[in-house]
């Protein structure tokens, strides 16, 4: 009787430990499940001087206008090689096209993706351009001298916290070019929004990329995906700059049927241009462009088009809707950035351009970290809580029911917003991140996932 008394209270305790231990792995699994930033959760907002309105904005313009008209001699020689070697390339392959249609998701053309053709190695551009990438110095002498400086040096030694599966690739390399596409095309995603500085400029780090567009609009148009514009701002962009460059696109790549318009509400097919620092320029020069009644006036021509401006501060939505722009997109992969980037922020900002008739184009990102080329800005690093700080940014952005997504980024690797694969890499002193413990594409797989659910959730807001 004692021994079965004591078996008894045996089976008790331990049913009692066991029912704890099985409360204490529900209630961790809850706690991951419910984790997620809210607001500037992961730090501390930007420091308001990366803003070229805000801090320096004399210097930093005049800083990028330093190399903007640096051409290499032979860069159209080349690159025109570069495009006869991928229209061959592409012939040879054109018979498994069909077979890629069946593989891959459908594209969502009101996913919008930013895409950078600034990288070169010295195979295809004769050096490392970007991969090198200077560190930048703190705006504070004082902080400054606290942080190294100088350069990267590749392949090695990269401008970026995390470290791309192809390597550090040559935008002009056909394959590489290839491979994107059909990263993009794996996501989901529709439009490539180009970064794009008129021909012979080039942002302070880079070298013009112009040349390579009909290349970029070839291999898109392989994976049925549609390239639309980001335009850059350069050494003096005005309405008038503004009116040949538009015209330039529209004639010289508008015929491509990889050229991307939108549909408007008035059934009207339009080019679209997204208009990076559009806040720089005052409205009184945007609306010269942008209003029909305006000295440089592209409404009703053969070249208007739909002109997206970058929203940062509050007061930005008032200078949009005057300057007579068509809609507004917040860029930064930070939430807590700026007023725009915020996510608590988004259904203001698409009540208020609902009742103005504007576009209101949420940019969702995996997660920011730029400390390889600012080293002083640690603090402002956005955690991709592996996958889940993405998903709160699709989440926030689906709630306020947009006409289009723009996702932060495909490749921009010096601000660690690439959703591009990524691989793990440890060499000398430097460890790279990596996207463990998942594969190098969970973030193209979760930009897939996503634009699945805007397409369901997109039937129910029209019905």
């Not at 029912?19 to 308001?48: E, H, N, V, W």
């Not at 305006?294 to 809707?321: C, M, W």
Request: net charge neutral; aromatic share 14%; hydrophobic share 35%.
């Amino acid at each position: 009787i004692l021994n079965y008394d004591i078996m008894a209270r045996f089976r008790r305790r331990t049913c009692i430990i066991l029912l704890l231990f099985i409360l204490f792995i529900c209630s961790i699994m809850m706690a991951l499940k419910t984790l997620r930033p809210d607001r500037a959760g992961f730090g501390d907002p930007f420091g308001l001087g990366l803003l070229p309105e805000l801090q320096q904005r004399t210097v930093l313009l005049d800083s990028k206008q330093n190399s903007l008209n640096r051409v290499q001699g032979d860069t159209v020689t080349r690159v025109s090689n570069l495009h006869s070697v991928a229209v061959n390339t592409m012939k040879a392959s054109l018979s498994p096209v069909k077979k890629l249609e069946e593989e891959l998701s459908s594209p969502n053309y009101n996913f919008h993706i930013f895409y950078y053709t600034w990288y070169g190695n010295p195979q295809f551009d004769g050096k490392y351009i970007h991969w090198n990438h200077p560190l930048l110095p703190h705006w504070d002498p004082k902080i400054a001298n606290n942080y190294p400086k100088g350069r990267h040096n590749p392949p090695e030694d990269i401008g970026a916290n995390f470290y791309p599966e192809l390597g550090s690739y040559s935008s002009k390399d056909p394959t590489v070019i290839e491979a994107h596409m059909k990263q993009m095309r794996s996501a989901s995603t529709g439009v490539i929004v180009l970064s794009w500085y008129p021909p012979g400029m080039a942002d302070e780090n880079g070298e013009p990329t112009d040349d390579l567009v009909p290349v970029i609009l070839d291999y898109a148009h392989k994976y049925n995906l549609k390239v639309t514009f980001h335009i850059e701002p350069y050494k003096d962009r005005d309405d008038r700059s503004m009116y040949h460059n538009v015209k330039y696109i529209i004639d010289k790549y508008g015929g491509h049927p990889a050229f991307y318009r939108h549909k408007t509400s008035t059934g009207r097919f339009l080019p679209m241009f997204y208009v990076y620092d559009s806040y720089v320029t005052i409205p009184e020069i945007w609306s010269n462009l942008l209003t029909v009644s305006g000295s440089q006036s592209i409404r009703n021509t053969p070249y208007d088009a739909l002109f997206i401006a970058l929203l940062v501060e509050e007061r930005h939505k008032h200078d949009i809707h005057r300057s007579g722009f068509d809609g507004m997109y917040t860029y930064f992969a930070t939430n807590g950035f700026s007023y725009g980037s915020s996510h608590h922020n988004w259904a203001s900002l698409k009540a208020f351009c609902d009742s103005n008739n504007l576009m209101f184009i949420p940019s969702v990102g995996p997660g920011y970290m730029d400390t390889s080329i600012r080293p002083w800005n640690n603090h402002n690093t956005r955690n991709r809580v592996n996958g889940k700080y993405y998903e709160t940014a699709f989440s926030a952005a689906l709630l306020v029911r947009p006409e289009i997504i723009s996702i932060t980024s495909f490749n921009e690797w010096h601000e660690g917003t690439q959703i591009e694969k990524a691989v793990p890499k440890r060499t000398g002193q430097v460890v790279y991140l990596d996207y463990k413990p998942h594969k190098p594409n969970v973030y193209l797989e979760l930009t897939q996932k996503w634009s699945e659910k805007y397409r369901k959730e997109q039937e129910q807001w029209l019905m």
